[in-house]
């Protein structure tokens, strides 16, 4: 049976690090994005490093500096509040023929909305994008935003229970018209076929006449199953 001691440990909100042997693990979480950035060191020279996400929730180490080494993984654990969400360590850390293991936590937190799963930038025309955000552990919440140059200037959100959602008024940001009755559709992401956000628009700039937009605006497929 492996013995788990536990580590050196330090942190603030939101942000943990432990120490197991020669390993230095360091986790920021961001609450509002159910995200957490993981750096793994060994004797002070940084050796692994990934942004942990729902659609990439592991890193997997096997890494050497030196006499040092550590092998194992690390694991994004999202779970909605009160309960905490957390980065889990499951590491076994080694300087000159010694081994240190630990399996637990390197930092934890309490989620503050669901988690992005992806993130899409959609060009329309010269001076229009919209970028579409999917989150919840099922990619079946979507947020939409209509942007001008780089400022949002319409924000709408589609749910597997509303999947249809239009804008009633007429959008105006800075040279870009929109008329009223802007209209997204979601599909959720099934196991039979991917998620998609589907745009009907009527767009009019200052150097083009009103012009029907009906397209996808984003696509993905369902996420892995939690292990």
């Known amino acids: 049976m492996r013995a788990f001691a536990p580590p050196a440990s330090s942190g603030t909100a939101n942000q943990g690090t432990r120490t197991i042997g020669p390993l230095a693990l360091t986790a920021s979480a961001n609450p509002d994005r159910g995200d957490a950035t993981v750096t793994a060191a060994l004797g002070g020279s940084v050796v692994a490093m990934q942004r942990l ?28 509040p009160p309960l905490l969400s957390s980065v889990e360590a499951d590491v076994v850390a080694s300087e000159a023929g010694t081994a240190t293991p630990y399996r637990g936590a390197v930092v934890t937190w309490v989620a503050g909305a669901d988690p992005v799963f992806a993130e899409f930038t959609q060009v329309i025309n010269g001076e229009l994008s919209a970028h579409t955000i999917v989150r ?30 239009a804008f009633p008024s007429k959008i105006q940001g800075g040279d870009v ?51």
Do not use: R
């Not at 552990?137 to 947020?143: D, F, S």
């Not at 599909?187 to 397209?215: D, E, K, S, Y």
């Open 53 to 80: 996400t729902l659609a990439q929730p592991s890193l997997a180490l096997d890494v050497k500096s030196g006499t040092s080494s550590a092998t194992g993984s690390l694991t994004l654990d999202l779970q909605a």
């Open 136 to 165: 919840g552990a099922a990619a079946n919440i979507v947020q939409f935003q209509f942007v001008s140059g780089s400022t949002p200037i319409a924000t709408l959100t589609a749910t597997q229970f509303s999947p249809q959602q």
């Open 177 to 227: 018209t929109i008329d009223a009755g802007a209209k997204i559709t979601l599909t959720i992401p099934t196991t039979l076929q991917p998620g998609m956000l589907f745009l009907q628009a009527t767009v009019t700039t200052a150097t083009t006449p009103p012009t029907p937009i009906a397209a996808a605006m984003a696509e993905w497929s369902l996420p892995a199953p939690a292990n």
